[in-house]
């Protein structure tokens, strides 16, 4: 049997063995978003307590920890001075988790690291939620909880013996987690932890410069994904309307706080048309605000936030995966009536740069004057000059409109739309920029769209009298297949498309299988965040609702109660199953009806007698019965203590002969009285 510890007792080497691994296993997923010197502290806290152990080094004095502490503290505080959120919280977990190390002596200071390595264990999910994300933290809690059940028990046998224990304990606590997952409500946490830069996930920037779009095209991770109620729209359709750029300062494309801020739907100036769709969105984290929706969107709930630029935010920084609903209305007029302020604003341009651009603009403003005919001249001269689109465009300097536009004419979405918007506006016409996505690839597991990052896009809007915003797509005239094919198909066909990572290392779409197998785990990805990870109060309430007809707070603690009672009650009695329920041999059904015939007979099993004597003797008195007798008493022998390979086919037989004793005695009580056995 196992010997358990005392509290104050000596860490054994088992329990020391699993901290450690558990150890590493915590850091990893933190290896590529955390500073490099975590890690080799880490390492050498980990060597530190080995060498304890083989008492070759002494356990941290006082002294030493407090310098330490300090340290790590004042380390921290420098490595995150401009950012200091969340990054900078894990980092300084994961330091105390190890350093605690340092002086683990007994059993006592064991159960704080491994609580610390709890919460550690946690922080992974704060960066990911994705199903791998997941499972790899159940791993770590599994390796925690087996080091603190080798704290408790030294002589675990094998190395598989205390993982099948803890994990068959973990097991008999998924019903306890299904219920609270359930049940339990959500409310909102008590506070906040800044999320890490924005540099660390890839998505569109508050800034646009030339180039930037190109870096995004080589990003294949997802950005969001839809779900239409009616059928996936037309490729060409699909602008995913984010953020509007209305300022231009020479070299950079910036949000204009004016068009950022907050109104209501309603007084979005707009005159709707038929059709329109309605779908769902679950969009990745991404640190920013921004929602993507066609145009024009509304929203399908409450929470969501609209612009004067026609786009919809968060109210706040969601630290997972956000889930909205919106209705796409076509439109015929957008913003019809342009305010004066909005004017000035999207007729603004850095004076002294890009003269040949201005020059240019000045002679299509003299020669069509109108300013569709403007718009319109300028996307004949994408279309029918040589302009080629590519990633990998050429650098330009100061005037880099000038340089893109007359000289070079090589670029990527954001240099037509940029050359566009700078041409309008030099000719007197009002525009912008408006970035997001275009297209997106239909999943043929599931009925959603997945839009990535490689299909980040640039447009273009200008204000035409009596018409209002409309949108003007340079792309379409210089690569068309980028708006009717998709962003993948267009750099396939001129040699540049690489998606990296292992996708591309495999040959993404190149082989069959791996396309295959990227759908199908996208698809899993899709069903895990769309019914687990946005669980969300709203849709727990509504959950309660179709299914027990009640949605309220009141219910659910109601249930929550009910059904938390259930499940202990069913784990009491599933510990306890040897003491409420004896296991029975499997002979014992067909021995008690055999004593039970031949009791009718006035023949009593004594209780220390054995099947085999007991049917000898009744065998003497009624020598018709002996073979049946003979047989049955063979076959319990052999079922009870002998060979157990033909298990089921003796039992049978057992039961048979059983029924053919009933026949006999039945018979036998018919013909002649019963006599008393001697």
């Not at 640190?287 to 929470?303: D, I, M, N, S, Y």
């Amino acid at each position: 049997m196992s010997t358990s510890v005392s509290y104050d007792s000596q860490i054994s080497r088992g329990s020391l063995f699993w901290l450690l691994s558990a150890q590493f296993a915590l850091i990893l997923p933190h290896v590529f978003g955390l500073p490099p010197w975590l890690f080799g502290v880490c390492l050498f806290c980990g060597f530190w307590r080995i060498q304890i152990y083989r008492g070759k080094f002494p356990f941290a004095s006082g002294l030493t920890r407090v310098i330490m502490i300090t340290a790590s503290m004042i380390v921290v505080v420098f490595s995150y001075m401009d950012h200091l959120g969340l990054d900078a919280a894990v980092t300084f977990l994961i330091l105390i988790f190890f350093l605690k190390l340092l002086e683990t002596r007994h059993a006592r200071d064991m159960y704080v690291t491994i609580f610390l390595g709890y919460f550690v264990a946690a922080t992974q999910l704060l960066y990911d939620q994705s199903i791998l994300a997941m499972v790899y933290a159940l791993a770590c809690y599994l390796l925690l909880s087996v080091s603190l059940l080798a704290l408790h028990h030294r002589d675990l046998g094998s190395f598989s013996v205390p993982i099948i224990r803890t994990g068959s304990l973990m097991l008999q606590g998924i019903p306890v987690l299904l219920v609270l997952f359930l049940f339990f409500p959500r409310v909102e946490p008590l506070w906040r932890v800044p999320m890490p830069s924005p540099d660390k996930r890839p998505g569109l920037s508050d800034t646009v410069t030339l180039g930037a779009f190109g870096a995004l095209a080589r990003t294949n991770e997802v950005a969001f994904r839809v779900a239409f109620e009616s059928g996936i729209p037309p490729m060409s359709e699909l602008y995913w309307r984010g953020v509007v750029f209305e300022n231009f300062d020479g070299v950079s494309w910036h949000i204009s706080p004016a068009s950022e801020k907050p109104v209501k739907p309603a007084s979005w100036q707009y005159r709707k048309r038929s059709g329109g769709y309605s779908y769902s969105v679950i969009l990745e984290p991404s640190e920013k605000t921004w929602l993507f929706a066609l145009p024009v969107a509304q929203p399908r709930g409450t929470g969501l936030l609209a612009t004067a630029g026609y786009t919809l935010r968060m109210p706040d920084i969601q630290q997972g995966r956000f889930q909205y609903k919106l209705a796409s209305l076509a439109y015929s007029d957008l913003e019809p009536v342009l305010s004066v302020e909005s004017r000035q604003r999207n007729l603004a341009l850095p004076g002294g740069q890009n003269p040949q651009a201005r020059e240019l603009a000045q002679e299509l403003a003299q020669r069509y004057q109108a300013p569709r005919k403007i718009a319109a001249a300028v996307m004949g001269m994408f279309n029918q000059q040589e302009y080629y689109y590519t990633l990998n465009p050429p650098l330009f300097g100061r005037d880099s409109i000038d340089g893109f536009l007359l000289h070079s004419k090589q670029g990527y979405c954001e240099h037509y739309a940029a050359g566009f918007v700078f041409l309008m506006r030099a000719a007197g016409v009002p525009a912008r920029m408006v970035a997001g996505y275009l297209g997106g690839e239909p999943n043929p597991f599931e009925e959603y769209l997945s839009v990535r990052q490689m299909d980040a896009h640039a447009w273009a809007e200008a204000w035409i009298e009596g018409r209002g915003w409309e949108r003007f797509d340079p792309t379409a005239q210089v690569a068309p297949e980028r708006v009717i094919d998709g962003v993948e198909s267009m750099l396939r066909q001129r040699n540049e498309f690489d998606p990296g990572g292992l996708m591309g290392f495999l040959g993404y779409d190149d082989l069959a299988w791996a396309r295959g197998m990227r759908l199908w785990w996208d698809a899993v990805n899709y069903g895990w965040a769309h019914w687990f990870l946005n669980y969300n109060r709203t849709a727990q309430l509504d959950w309660m609702k179709n299914w027990f007809g009640r949605g309220d707070m009141g219910a659910l603690i109601q249930f929550l109660a009910i059904s938390l009672s259930a499940v202990m009650l069913l784990l009491v009695i599933w510990m306890f199953r040897n003491l409420l329920f004896r296991k029975r041999p499997p002979a014992h059904a067909a021995a008690v009806g055999f004593t039970w015939l031949l009791g009718l007979l006035g023949s009593k099993r004594q209780p220390s007698e054995t099947m085999v004597n007991y049917s000898a003797r009744v065998a003497q008195v009624y020598p018709e019965l002996a073979e049946t007798l003979t047989d049955f008493a063979a076959v319990y022998s052999a079922l009870s203590y002998a060979d157990l390979r033909y298990h089921w086919g003796r039992r049978l037989n057992l039961h048979r002969l059983v029924i053919v004793l009933a026949a006999q005695v039945f018979a036998f009580k018919l013909r002649r009285p019963a006599r008393a056995t001697p």
